[in-house]
């Protein structure tokens, strides 16, 4: 099958996977794309909204549909790194023997990952980037294709841990879940109060999403696509070249070339879900939120005036 042919079989798939998803998540369908994206591009997302937006639902809905394996992990306090890798433990032999933790599948939910303590969460984030583990001196690759899908709470900020702005660079996307609309919140209470269950079917095999994924890393991309994600990036940064006045005044730290990566990957993913063989500047603008709004951090006048992330990354494109 040619690389064309690929595509257009991707579409396909792409669609049917969009109308699963829909049978159980009403509306939402941003944070559905760009969840999309993280995954068939090969990244990770955190997803971002108040308890009751069916966080979890959408990522369990999720890898039902994609035909993967899923296992949900509940950050607290006092979880340890051994609680998601795993551990050794003595059997009847008096032979060590590895039993394997929750972050041995190919989904992972990180519920509330910001409740739990930095060693737990670097545990967590060294798997992310490695796609692999070192537990008592023995390496284990994790099964691909894997993904962590996190979720945080923005309003609650008592006895958690935010993430570092070098951790939170591991992620892909930083997606935002807002309350939904009243005709779908309408919906949602219909479907969710009644007695019908919606079955998911699975659509794809992991080897088919491994294919995708290097399929998506072959598609040709124009020089000066390049170049705008890179300048777009560039622009982030204050008391640069590039800066523009309002970077100057409500930005402290921009973002790094990861971002850059991520852009150009992300456009190539959204332009093979739209059937193109190729991503524009046009892409690259539809990602441009999710990738740059974690990797950019406001000051204490932006925070002051209100002035949102997503509000600055529009003046720069």
């Given at each position: 099958?040619?690389?064309?042919?690929?595509?257009?079989?991707?579409?396909?798939?792409?669609?049917?996977?969009?109308?699963?998803?829909?049978?159980?998540?009403?509306?939402?369908?941003?944070?559905?794309?760009?969840?999309?994206?993280?995954?068939?591009?090969?990244?990770?997302?955190?997803?971002?909204?108040?308890?009751?937006?069916?966080?979890?639902?959408?990522?369990?809905?999720?890898?039902?549909?994609?035909?993967?394996?899923?296992?949900?992990?509940?950050?607290?306090?006092?979880?340890?790194?051994?609680?998601?890798?795993?551990?050794?433990?003595?059997?009847?032999?008096?032979?060590?023997k590895f039993i394997k933790g929750p972050l041995f599948a190919n989904i992972i939910l990180a519920d509330e990952i910001n409740r739990t303590p930095p060693k737990t969460q670097a545990a967590l984030l060294e798997a992310m980037?490695?796609?692999?583990?070192?537990?008592?001196?023995?390496?284990?690759?994790?099964?691909?294709?894997?993904?962590?899908?996190?979720?945080?709470?923005?309003?609650?900020?008592?006895?958690?841990?935010?993430?570092?702005?070098?951790?939170?660079?591991?992620?892909?996307?930083?997606?935002?879940?807002?309350?939904?609309?009243?005709?779908?919140?309408?919906?949602?209470?219909?479907?969710?109060?009644?007695?019908?269950?919606?079955?998911?079917?699975?659509?794809?095999?992991?080897?088919?999403?491994?294919?995708?994924?290097?399929?998506?890393?072959?598609?040709?991309?124009?020089?000066?696509?390049?170049?705008?994600?890179?300048?777009?990036?560039?622009?982030?940064?204050?008391?640069?070249?590039?800066?523009?006045?309002?970077?100057?005044?409500?930005?402290?730290?921009?973002?790094?070339?990861?971002?850059?990566?991520?852009?150009?990957?992300?456009?190539?993913?959204?332009?093979?879900?739209?059937?193109?063989?190729?991503?524009?500047?046009?892409?690259?603008?539809?990602?441009?939120?999710?990738?740059?709004?974690?990797?950019?951090?406001?000051?204490?006048?932006?925070?002051?005036?209100?002035?949102?992330?997503?509000?600055?990354?529009?003046?720069?494109?």
């Amino acid at each position: 099958m040619s690389d064309v042919q690929a595509i257009e079989k991707l579409v396909t798939k792409y669609n049917a996977l969009k109308q699963e998803i829909a049978k159980v998540i009403i509306g939402q369908e941003t944070v559905v794309d760009e969840v999309l994206i993280a995954i068939f591009s090969g990244g990770h997302a955190l997803l971002v909204g108040v308890p009751g937006l069916a966080k979890t639902l959408l990522v369990n809905t999720v890898a039902q549909a994609l035909g993967l394996d899923f296992k949900r992990i509940q950050f607290t306090p006092d979880l340890m790194p051994s609680d998601i890798l795993g551990s050794e433990i003595l059997d009847d032999k008096r032979q060590f023997k590895f039993i394997k933790g929750p972050l041995f599948a190919n989904i992972i939910l990180a519920d509330e990952i910001n409740r739990t303590p930095p060693k737990t969460q670097a545990a967590l984030l060294e798997a992310m980037q490695e796609r692999s583990v070192t537990i008592a001196g023995n390496h284990f690759d994790l099964d691909l294709p894997f993904f962590v899908l996190a979720t945080q709470n923005p309003i609650e900020q008592e006895g958690t841990y935010p993430l570092p702005e070098a951790q939170l660079d591991r992620f892909m996307f930083s997606i935002y879940l807002d309350y939904p609309s009243f005709e779908e919140e309408v919906q949602v209470v219909k479907s969710s109060t009644g007695a019908q269950e919606a079955t998911v079917n699975a659509l794809f095999t992991a080897q088919e999403i491994l294919d995708f994924q290097q399929l998506i890393r072959r598609i040709p991309v124009a020089d000066n696509v390049v170049e705008y994600a890179v300048r777009l990036v560039s622009k982030t940064r204050p008391n640069t070249t590039d800066a523009p006045q309002i970077i100057n005044d409500y930005i402290d730290w921009g973002a790094g070339p990861r971002a850059s990566q991520n852009l150009i990957l992300a456009a190539k993913t959204h332009a093979a879900f739209n059937g193109k063989f190729s991503p524009d500047i046009e892409d690259v603008k539809a990602v441009s939120n999710g990738i740059l709004r974690h990797r950019m951090v406001r000051n204490y006048k932006a925070e002051a005036e209100r002035l949102s992330i997503e509000k600055i990354i529009e003046t720069l494109q």
